[in-house]
């Protein structure tokens, strides 16, 4: 059975951190399956065929035959995600990767509740799938929060890597070029986005 690590994104721009998570998440899983989406709860700036494309891009400079973009896979509900990737690996555990700013407690807000209990059918998707939590710099892990998924029927662990103190917003709100890879912000140009 492959234990397949499910990494969905908005990718709006990926960014260094992004490549970071996926090199980490290649040496533990079997596969890693990635994906750009359209975030229900977010904004995007540039349409999604851009964001698939930098993530190509930020992928193949990893190097590793276990990571691959799987656009079949995008859609603005999880769940929605998860049937797709069973019909696609019938035999593969699937685990779930998510940041911990979903899981509450962030950014100086400590009382900002549990953004994941707002996803669509948040019980089902937590029976079909681990979840694994990526710690993020500013994103405390409520351990609170944590048992609120365990006892919905979340299987949690938390990953033994701290995701980078970089983000795609930084870029997209103050230009800072540093959060990306030298091939997507190439592309960026390129393509003239984030004008």
């Given at each position: 059975?492959?234990?397949?690590?499910?990494?969905?994104?908005?990718?709006?721009?990926?960014?260094?951190?992004?490549?970071?998570?996926?090199?980490?998440?290649?040496?533990?899983?079997?596969?890693?399956?990635?994906?750009?989406?359209?975030?229900?709860?977010?904004?995007?700036?540039?349409?999604?065929?851009?964001?698939?494309m930098m993530l190509k891009l930020l992928i193949a400079e990893i190097q590793r035959q276990n990571i691959g973009i799987y656009p079949e896979l995008s859609s603005r509900r999880t769940l929605e995600t998860v049937e797709r990737a069973k019909e696609y690996w019938h035999q593969g555990e699937f685990t779930l990767v998510i940041g911990s700013d979903l899981t509450g407690g962030g950014a100086g807000n400590h009382n900002s509740g549990l953004p994941l209990l707002k996803w669509y059918r948040i019980e089902d998707?937590?029976?079909?799938?681990?979840?694994?939590?990526?710690?993020?710099?500013?994103?405390?892990?409520?351990?609170?929060?944590l048992e609120e998924l365990r006892r919905l029927g979340g299987q949690?662990?938390?990953?033994?890597?701290?995701g980078s103190d970089v983000s795609s917003t930084a870029y997209r709100q103050n230009g800072d070029t540093e959060v990306l890879t030298p091939p997507v912000e190439a592309y960026i140009h390129r393509e003239r986005l984030y004008a």
């Open positions: 059975m492959n234990n397949i690590a499910l990494f969905g994104t908005s990718a709006d721009p990926p960014t260094a951190g992004h490549q970071k998570i996926l090199k980490w998440l290649s040496q533990n899983f079997d596969l890693v399956a990635v994906w750009a989406a359209d975030n229900p709860f977010k904004q995007h700036q540039t349409p999604l065929a851009h964001r698939e998707l937590l029976r079909q799938v681990k979840l694994l939590v990526i710690p993020r710099p500013g994103y405390p892990i409520a351990e609170e929060n949690i662990a938390i990953a033994s890597l701290t």
